[in-house]
């Protein structure tokens, strides 16, 4: 506890940490008789989180017994985020595919994790991929995802070949959808690249060369 200037005690806020979807349902819940605490995450407790994600689904109730919840998803995990009474008010413009930056604490009910929005706010969809990079540029804390195995390899490929019928997939795209660091999954491309399995009809574009 802090206080202001007249004296009175201001309880501090907890850090709103930014991570993707996937790292926050990998970390464990700590609970004391039956109340969640925080979230167990690496050297990390998580209460508040800070998440860039698209709406995929919303369902809201407006009447005496007010309730809404979305769906939010991040292309490493979906997540609810949960609101009661006059609080639903800022989650009924939301469309799905809107892309959001969510600001709230995590709860836990009945073994799923979900999120108490403070701030539901649309932004652009290329600050998914921005974030993305924070997060991995930042999460040397955080439990590993991927080594650079041979599964990181098909996953790449599939995601090549299942947009065979679209002309293509854009290396941001790929990044964005495959659950492993940039780094690791660049590092897969060139290989790709190098071993003539996939070419670039043009710069940062892939098709498979089957």
Known sequence: ????????????????????????????????????????????????????????????QDDEKKFATLTIDDASGQLKLKAFGDDIEPLKN????DT??????????NGELYVLPEVVKKVDSRWLLVRKLEVQNARKDLPEAEKGDSSLKDGIMAKIKE??????????TLIMDVEASPDAINGEIKKLLEEGLVYEPRPGRLRYLG
């Open 163 to 172: 947009a065979e019928s679209d002309g293509g997939i854009d290396v941001d």
């Open 1 to 60: 506890m802090v206080e202001d200037a007249s004296g009175q005690e201001i309880r501090k806020r907890n850090v709103a940490f930014k991570l993707r979807i996937g790292d926050i349902l990998k970390g464990v819940p700590m609970m004391d008789e039956g109340k969640f605490l925080f979230l167990e995450l690496g050297d990390r407790r998580v209460v508040r989180v800070n998440i860039l994600a698209n709406c995929v689904d919303k369902f809201v």
């Open 100 to 109: 959001l930056q969510i600001i709230g604490n995590v709860r836990e009910w």
């Open 94 to 97: 939301i469309v799905q595919g």
